[in-house]
């Protein structure tokens, strides 16, 4: 608890003695009189201050008002214990929702310590620590063990362990070696890291989260906007309505002034909105608060609603389904060891810095020895010629083979193909595929499981890529070969596919998606490894670039709104209830103070549900 929330307690606590005291001596008027008062105004007091300040400022009809003149208005017909007891359980429930407040925030708040205080940093032969602002890209930071890593940067030196929980939620830690890129707001683990700055701390991962996280609260969902509008309206009405209620009935009906007085008291009590005011906003806040605890990042509530509805769920694949990683997944050798065509391609390509080049190399995995090839010659779009061992080796595409008059097989496998001769005798090829992330398959499976009616994948690879890939994912339908503007018009199509009131997301990572994750009802980007632009376009951001955390968004979406609404007729049907039976003399002022406090304090602790949401 902070110091505001201590004071109340003890306000509390005192209220609760005097309250008690007042109880024992009943029978004496003036004495209890007295010690009610004394409970009242130890839990009261502030709050008739509140009221007089709103009333002078112009700001009357709110909560502070309708627990003025309810508890004030019982103490003159004498009621006293129900005036002093409206004041408590109202502070009570008060109480109950700053300490959930406090634990939606802390949830938010454990982001907040991914920012670094300092940096490490070589000057004159020592190592000093600067503000991670005053660092400059291409500098080398040196990160210790158990320090957090400040800016964004490449391995330039040693190796360790990371624990990236506070991105990810990932409990796993993560191999940090030489040439690895590292994100910041990462811990270090076990050895110091030379870390070359590929960032400016303004731009880095750590400060675009806290400027995320920080900005979510500004966009309000539809049912919040709500509930604002009508406790505008609705806290006039009640007071209108509780003051014909006390008045018309003596006037008309010659009815008891005491006893219609003290309905219209009770009927105060039971509108006042705090339920509704109160956990509608906890319930979205909480709903972030526990994504951004598994590493997702909702930029707002109207996100949060807008998911939960989704109804077609759109994907781009490379990078998103896929690693984007090239790997060696197939080698078809014609008159001559798999082995050797391996090593014969791996040397030719050994100068080019191409991704297909690196997969040919990884998958040979044996240092290539240069000194065996000379007058090496990449051609763009083509391939590469080189001289291997003495002889003329082509390593290269369809067309590469063309040019030199070479016949070649036709491949029969999904993937880029990389074909082989020497001397102009055809060798075979190697097939080079994007791998299919780990969690690909399970999650188009889950979202199927849990309501999604539409899978689709977007890809600019070719038909029979986009096919494979479709088919072995399980998704419903693919349009393959589109450029970027392709892909919005498909997007756009889709829209018009979708049901009613529901929505479509796309999920993205590439500067190629920013345009689609702008167009789709929800923009989901793969933080992780997604380039800026994505993130910045997207109204969801997942750290670890796991497609499982799509589904994890969609469920926590719609377990926040599913509490929302429980909260809503909960709230409605307890104080509706309570007010008729208040209007016709059955519910009296304890009645009255459940249906405000005790359905505020249920509300309240259903809210914080939506903070709860398991590690997938």
């Known amino acids: 608890m902070n110091k505001k929330q201590k004071r109340l307690l003890y306000r509390i606590i005192v209220s609760v003695v005097f309250f008690a005291a007042a109880m024992i ?19 009261g007091g502030s709050i008739l201050l509140k009221a007089a300040k709103n009333i002078y400022y112009g700001q009357v009809f709110n909560e502070n008002l309708l627990m003025a003149i309810a508890s004030v208005g019982a103490f003159i017909i004498g009621e006293y214990p129900e005036g002093a007891a409206v004041m408590l359980f109202y502070q009570v429930g008060e109480l109950f929702e700053k300490i959930a407040l406090d634990r939606s925030r802390k949830s938010i708040k454990a982001l907040m310590n991914i920012r670094p205080d300092y940096a490490n940093i070589e000057k004159d032969g020592q ?30 030196k040693g190796a360790s362990t990371l624990d990236t929980s506070s991105l990810t939620g990932e409990s796993v830690p993560k191999d940090a070696l030489e040439g690895d890129a590292v994100l910041s707001g990462c811990i270090n683990i076990s050895r110091p890291l030379y870390i070359k700055v590929t960032r400016p701390f303004e731009e880095s991962t750590v400060a675009k989260i806290l400027e995320l996280v920080e900005k979510s609260e500004e ?40 006893d219609w007085v003290y309905r219209a008291l009770a009927f105060l009590v039971t509108s006042c909105p ?4 109160i956990s509608i906003p906890l319930s979205f806040f909480g709903g972030i608060g526990g994504a951004s605890r598994n590493g997702i990042l909702i930029k707002g509530g109207n996100f949060i609603e807008a998911l939960s509805k989704a109804d077609i769920v759109v994907f781009d694949k490379t990078g998103t389904l896929t690693k984007g990683v090239f790997k060696v997944s197939g080698i078809y050798a014609q008159n001559i060891e798999s082995a050797d065509l391996l090593e014969i391609a791996a040397l030719a390509e050994c100068y080019s810095n191409h991704p297909i080049s690196q997969s040919l190399k990884a998958a040979y995995g044996k240092p290539v020895d240069t000194t065996r090839v000379a007058n090496a010659e990449e ?33 029969q496998n999904v993937g880029t193909a990389v074909h082989v001769a020497r001397d102009g005798v055809y060798l075979g090829y190697i097939v ?10 399970e999650t188009i499976r889950a979202l199927k499981a849990n309501g999604i009616r539409k899978t689709v994948m977007l890809t600019g690879d070719v038909k029979e890529a986009g096919d494979y890939y479709a088919n072995l994912l399980g998704m419903d339908e693919v349009y393959s070969g589109l450029l970027p503007a392709g892909k919005v018009e498909q997007v756009e199509k889709l829209l018009e596919e979708k049901e009613k009131n529901k929505t479509l997301v796309f999920v993205g990572d590439g500067m190629n998606d920013t345009p689609v994750l702008t167009r789709a009802d929800v923009g989901i980007a793969m933080g992780g490894l997604g380039t800026d632009a994505a993130i910045e376009a997207a109204d969801v951001v997942l750290m670890d670039d796991q497609p499982k955390k799509v589904l994890s968004a969609i469920q926590l979406s719609r377990k926040t709104m599913r509490i929302v609404k429980e909260n809503i007729l909960f709230a409605l049907g307890v104080k509706l209830l309570v007010l008729l039976l208040a209007g016709v003399g059955v519910a009296d002022m304890w009645e009255a103070v459940f249906a405000d406090v005790g ?10 549900r939506a903070l709860k949401i398991s590690k997938r």
Do not use: H
């Open 25 to 43: 001596f009943r029978f004496e008027k003036e004495i209890e009189l007295i010690l009610f008062l004394v409970s009242y105004l130890a839990v």
């Open 127 to 156: 190592i000093i620590e600067v503000s991670p602002e005053e660092v400059k890209v291409g500098d080398t930071i040196l990160v210790k063990a158990g320090e957090k890593v400040p800016l964004d940067g490449i391995v330039e």
């Open 219 to 258: 966009k309000k969902a539809r049912a919040e906007n709500f509930i604002t509008r009508f406790a505008k309206y609705y806290t006039p009405a009640v007071v209108s309505a509780a003051l014909l209620l006390a008045v018309v009935p003596p006037l008309v009906a010659n009815g008891d002034w005491n």
């Open 274 to 277: 705090c339920a509704l005011v």
């Open 379 to 411: 051609t763009a779009g083509f391939g590469v010629l080189a001289e291997v061992d003495g002889k003329t080796v082509l390593a290269g595409n369809e067309k590469l083979m063309r040019k030199y008059g070479i016949a070649f097989r036709q491949p």
């Open 432 to 441: 080079i595929a994007d791998e299919v992330k780990p969690d690909s398959a």
């Open 599 to 608: 359905v505020s304090i249920i509300a309240i602790l259903n809210a914080l």
